[in-house]
């Protein structure tokens, strides 16, 4: 059973801090992984996605993914209270459905004025 | 903007009864979609997968015969839940699939079921 696993949290952080969230997954053939914030009530937004070891930016979101470790990680930098949200991490279950993407619980970002 | 749509945002329907959720890509054609089901506090679970032209494909515990899959064209996926019941109840998202090469996957804004 191929599995993504995430810290449930809640994460608490103070505005313009960084947060730190992480993922690890189970299959290590997986290539590819995606950050998803999904506000309460709201369905999940794509925010990142990496393929390669090491870390790709994008304004103030950094995903850093170590597939030794079997590791992947969004830090986001000068955090808003906006960004509370829940975060999924997600990677694409190749043996399955076409695709589809297997997802973590998610962790759930408090960020607070 | 938005790259998938769903409608109705919100139902809430009678116990037994069958209502039908659908699914749009805006912007491009979708040969493949997913339907995805949120339970309060609990992660996305993929229900089935929506092929153009042919029939849907359902995980493992998800009856084909309560949730009707219809992918009739490249921009439509309807999924209908019939016969309703109150464990039914649950937020339902669609996700368009928008490249095989990356796996990139955009969600609908979801509907939310509530069966009375």
């Known amino acids: 059973q191929k599995e993504v696993e995430q810290n449930s949290g809640p994460l608490s952080v103070p505005e313009g801090a960084i947060a730190s969230l992480n993922c690890t997954y189970s299959?290590?053939?997986?290539?590819?992984f995606f950050w998803y914030r999904q506000y309460s009530g709201k369905s999940p937004e794509l925010i990142m996605f990496?393929?390669?070891?090491g870390d790709k930016e994008d304004g103030r979101f950094t995903a850093q993914l170590n597939k030794a470790s079997q590791y992947v990680s969004l830090l986001i930098r000068d955090s808003q209270p906006s960004d509370s949200a829940t975060y999924l991490c997600?990677?694409?279950?190749?043996?399955?459905?076409?695709?589809?993407?297997?997802f973590g619980k998610g962790t759930k970002l408090s960020v607070k004025p | 903007g938005a790259v998938v749509s769903q409608h109705p945002s919100w139902v809430i329907c009678k116990s037994g009864t069958s209502v039908k959720i659908e699914c749009r890509s805006l912007d491009f054609q979708a040969t493949t979609m997913f339907w995805y089901r949120q339970f309060p506090k609990q992660s996305l679970m993929l229900m089935a997968t929506?092929?153009?032209?042919?029939?849907?494909?359902?995980e493992q515990g998800v009856e084909k015969d309560k949730f009707l899959i219809n992918h009739a064209s490249l921009t439509l996926s309807t999924l209908t839940v019939t016969s309703a019941h109150p464990e039914d109840s649950s937020f339902y998202i669609c996700?368009?699939?928008?490249?095989?090469?990356?796996?990139?996957?955009?969600f609908g804004p979801g509907t939310r079921l509530t069966v009375t």
């Open positions: 990496i393929y390669s070891n």
């Open positions: 997600a990677s694409p279950n190749y043996g399955g459905s076409q695709g589809n993407l297997i």
């Open positions: 299959d290590r053939g997986s290539q590819s």
């Open positions: 996700s368009v699939f928008r490249s095989r090469e990356s796996y990139e996957q955009y």
């Open positions: 929506s092929n153009e032209g042919s029939k849907a494909t359902y």
